[in-house]
């Protein structure tokens, strides 16, 4: 079926946009077009920032719910987006080739899940703290307030989780947003729209404008926003924090990362303990997640096991079409994406690598731009493939002396988003992730929680999406000497 309704969602309606350009999508998997939608223009941007504008001024809008109205609001936003889960995951997975096993989880009930905690929290905020003073001349009042409307611009590669990541704090603060999709990903925030309408948001708390990058920098400089939330590549965040930087507008970057895996020499290479949780670090959706430790660090006194253990994983997963509940690997998201990621391997091979896994296209699937999951072994952290973000099933091992060197590799990245320590010693495991420059490591596994703050240091970006700290990033503070 080809999808063809319109897409943007603009003061609680449904509309066809103001232009005549129209986005098509594509299985990534059969390569067939799934869908036909108005893309978004800049005057669409200026009508959905408007309706954004009203529903914050308006007494009878988000801006004038109390903190506990917005709480109810957003329970019910959950409760709607999980009764659309199935057709949400299959959106997903059909769009940018998430194998369905895993939108089942982190594109539906992981995005709800994010919402009600962010609802939690905005029952519990304090909008107005009494302090005691310091000098004793008096207390201060301090009060938070929302910032207004927020611009949300998300990627492909976890649309809905970060969709999630977005809307729950800006909306618990009390902000409304105008939150741009990537062309690749149109299907799903549409879903995500439905779910707001019937959730009887208040029209204009949450607008959705399907476009590409030029619209997402045209909403990124509006002077009707007063705060951005940006989630994507390094390059866009640059050009967006430096637009940014001019307006003084808040902003949050959360970008591309290049993360270590540090294998301990006292690690359990059993892939029947570890294979499990070694995946969701180093591989899970294709290879197109930001955090993902696509640098294996392995001590020189047991490379070999670990170039094994490793390959071993890569050529046993189950590769093919994302819909099919046995596959493990889905395929790239788009032709071009796919391009980009053999020109990885090409340029590893050149770069003298000794691929150990995989490292052409998977025989048997004619449609689809599938990659087979590649190792490369005898790579140096100055490689081309060791230093870039590739964005695929591409993996690395770089050999180090001992801890101090492993460390020092870990940390000679352009990046600092994810990472991970691999070790029988928990507390020595602890002890390396302290010592990793990064936003978020794992000792043994890897999951962002939903409490704790997501982000990057150095090219990984800036501020915190996740935990009390996103919603912190959408107030404002004021203090009230009294
Ligand atoms: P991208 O930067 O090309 O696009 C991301 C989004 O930004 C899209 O909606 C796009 O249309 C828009 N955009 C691009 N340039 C823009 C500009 N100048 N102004 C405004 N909007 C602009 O990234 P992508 O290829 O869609 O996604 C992959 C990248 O996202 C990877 O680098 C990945 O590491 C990163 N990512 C980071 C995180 C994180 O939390 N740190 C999470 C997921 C993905």
Excluded at 387 to 414: C, K, M, Q, T, W
Aim: aromatic share 6%.
């Amino acid at each position: 079926m080809v999808h063809t309704h319109d897409t943007l969602f603009i003061g609680g309606e449904f509309v066809a946009g103001q232009g005549n350009d129209t986005i098509t999508v594509v299985n990534a998997s059969t390569e067939e077009v799934i869908g036909r939608v108005p893309e978004g223009t800049r005057a669409d941007v200026d009508a959905a920032v408007a309706a954004a504008r009203r529903s914050f001024a308006d007494p009878g809008g988000w801006g004038g719910f109390t903190a506990h109205q917005r709480a109810e609001a957003m329970n019910r936003l959950a409760d709607e987006l999980d009764a659309r889960q199935k057709d949400i995951a299959a959106a997903v997975s059909s769009q940018n080739g998430m194998p369905l096993g895993l939108s089942s989880q982190f594109e539906v009930n992981y995005p709800s899940a994010v919402i009600r905690y962010y609802a939690g929290l905005a029952a519990t905020t304090e909008e107005l703290e009494h302090r005691a003073g310091f000098l004793g001349a008096g207390d201060t009042l301090v009060q938070r307030s929302p910032m207004g409307v927020v611009a949300a611009i998300v990627p492909w590669n976890f649309p809905q989780a970060l969709t999630a990541w977005k809307v729950g704090p800006a909306l618990a603060a009390g902000c409304t947003l105008v939150l741009k999709p990537s062309p690749e990903t149109v299907l799903d925030s549409c879903l995500f729209a439905e779910a707001a309408k019937a959730a009887g948001l208040p029209p204009g708390a949450v607008n959705i404008v399907p476009a590409g990058r030029e619209i997402g920098a045209y909403l990124v400089s509006h002077p009707g926003v007063d705060k951005v939330t940006f989630t994507g590549s390094t390059a866009a965040g640059r050009s967006i924090g430096e637009v940014c930087g001019r307006l003084l507008r808040p902003v949050t970057l959360e970008l591309g990362g290049k993360s270590a895996a540090v294998f301990l020499d006292d690690v359990d290479l059993d892939l029947a303990a570890i294979g499990e949780s070694l995946f969701a670090a180093c591989f899970i959706n294709n290879g197109q997640t930001c955090f993902l430790s696509s640098r294996i660090l392995a001590p020189r006194s047991r490379y070999d096991e670990v170039v094994d253990a490793i390959s071993t994983l890569a050529g046993s997963m189950t590769v093919g079409d994302a819909l099919d509940p046995v596959t493990q690997v889905g395929p790239m998201a788009t032709a071009a994406h796919r391009d980009r990621v053999e020109g990885y391997i090409a340029k590893g091979k050149a770069e003298g690598g000794r691929v150990t896994a995989g490292g052409g296209r998977p025989a048997g699937l004619a449609k689809g731009w599938f990659v087979e999951p590649t190792v490369f072994a005898d790579v140096d952290n100055s490689s081309t493939i060791a230093r870039e973000e590739i964005f695929g099933p591409v993996l690395s091992v770089i050999a180090y002396d001992d801890e101090d060197d492993a460390v020092r590799i870990a940390n000679d990245s352009e990046y600092g988003l994810g990472g991970s320590v691999w070790t029988s010693d928990p507390a020595r495991g602890q002890a390396v992730a302290r010592r990793v420059r990064t936003g978020t490591i794992g000792v043994n596994r890897y999951l962002p929680d939903i409490a704790a703050p997501f982000g990057g240091v150095k090219a990984s970006g800036g501020g915190r999406d996740l935990g009390p700290e996103a919603l912190a990033a959408h107030l404002e503070l004021k203090s009230i000497y009294v």
